[in-house]
């Protein structure tokens, strides 16, 4: 199994050095494939979301702030699972080959 180094690895005169955590496409993902990072992130965006909407709570109806907070937690979950969903059969195919 491939091992990630802490070396700065030199390709074409650029110094490159590895990253414990990457994010692509909004999605953090550690050196583990462990979205432990990710989960965390969607977390303290959601709750900063909704401490915004919890300030113009005054300004809106009940059934307004439900619709906000269930359309922003949604989004936040959908936007992953349309992500994960798309590229699974690509991680299948990856697993079947080794």
Same mark, same amino acid.
């Given at each position: 199994?491939?091992?990630?180094?802490?070396?700065?690895? =030199?390709?074409?005169?650029?110094? =490159?050095?590895?990253?414990?955590?990457?994010?692509?496409?909004? /999605? =953090?993902?550690?050196?583990?494939?462990?979205?432990?990072?990710? /989960? #965390?992130?969607?977390?303290?965006?959601?709750?900063?979301?909704?401490?915004?909407?919890?300030?113009?709570?005054? #300004?809106?109806?009940?059934? $307004?702030?439900?619709?906000?907070?269930?359309?922003? =937690?949604?989004?936040?979950?959908?936007?992953?699972?349309?992500?994960? $969903?798309?590229?699974?059969? /690509?991680?299948?195919?990856?697993?079947?080959?080794?």
């Amino acid at each position: 199994m491939w091992q990630c180094t802490k070396d700065v690895m =030199i390709t074409s005169g650029a110094n =490159i050095k590895p990253s414990t955590v990457v994010r692509d496409l909004g /999605v =953090i993902v550690d050196g583990n494939l462990s979205l432990a990072a990710h /989960v #965390s992130h969607v977390i303290r965006v959601c709750f900063f979301h909704l401490y915004q909407l919890w300030l113009i709570r005054r #300004s809106l109806t009940t059934d $307004v702030t439900h619709v906000l907070v269930r359309a922003l =937690i949604h989004s936040r979950l959908d936007y992953f699972n349309a992500l994960f $969903v798309s590229f699974l059969p /690509v991680i299948w195919l990856g697993c079947s080959l080794f």
